[in-house]
């Protein structure tokens, strides 16, 4: 099945620090890849839609200039937290679509769980 | 914001018993899809269940899916200590469009 990495798998940072996230598909092209948050028990919150070689769409109330999203190629996304703050320590997942298999499966990444002190 | 709640927030049984899960959302959708997450990890796709379907079944996993109410269910038969995890619901819209997750069940199967 399709594989999705996540690097690195934890963070931790301090205050006003940028932490960067990468998110790989490994074994197929993703034109499309989404980010998520997630706080402790909680579900998945939807940030942003990442588009290959376009600006990604954010979701209302995620601050586009505080979580930068770059999809430089059709296996990279990378999520950048700018200025992180205590409130932004959570567990980020990105996931992918194969467009390959079908278009209604995704693939999620293990997760990378960021801590700023 | 969350398509919509699940149903019990928590469930705790015993190896070898059943586990149901509910999942109620608000709008219209085109596929409805069943995910587990061990804690701390990602999630691991289970099943997808189209909008023209009623029932779906893998493994010891059995899905319904009621679009007149709204709602879904998720079936594990049979449990075991490895189900151990908690359970969320995510609806599209249409194909390839972006996933609304439900709030979850975490599971405890007791050995």
């Known amino acids: 099945g399709a594989v999705v990495s996540q690097h690195p798998s934890w963070v931790i940072c301090k205050s006003g620090t940028s932490v960067k996230i990468e998110c790989r598909s490994l074994?197929?092209?993703?034109?499309?890849m989404f980010w998520y948050r997630q706080f402790p028990k909680q579900s998945l919150m939807l940030m942003a839609t990442s588009n290959e070689g376009s600006k990604a769409t954010y979701e209302q109330g995620v601050e586009k200039d505080k979580f930068l999203i770059n999809h430089a190629s059709l296996t990279l996304s990378t999520l950048t937290v700018t200025s992180a703050h205590p409130e932004d320590s959570s567990f980020y997942i990105c996931s992918a679509r194969d467009p390959g298999t079908g278009a209604y499966e995704q693939y999620f990444g293990p997760g990378t769980r960021l801590t700023v002190t | 914001s969350q398509q919509g709640e699940e149903d019990p927030q928590a469930l705790s049984i015993q190896e070898g018993e059943n586990a149901t899960m509910n999942c109620s959302y608000k709008?219209?959708?085109?596929?409805l899809q069943w995910y587990r997450q061990n804690s701390g990890r990602g999630l691991v796709h289970l099943i997808l269940?189209?909008?023209?379907?009623r029932e779906k079944h893998s493994g010891r996993l059995r899905v319904t899916l009621d679009t007149s109410k709204k709602s879904s269910s998720l079936l594990i038969t049979a449990s075991r200590a490895a189900d151990t995890a908690s359970y969320f619901c995510?609806?599209?819209?249409?194909?390839?469009?972006?996933?609304?997750f439900g709030g979850g069940t975490r599971v405890l199967v007791k050995p």
């Open positions: 269940i189209r909008s023209n379907e």
């Open positions: 995510a609806t599209d819209k249409a194909a390839g469009n972006k996933l609304t």
């Open positions: 074994d197929f092209q993703a034109t499309t």
């Open positions: 709008t219209s959708i085109n596929n």
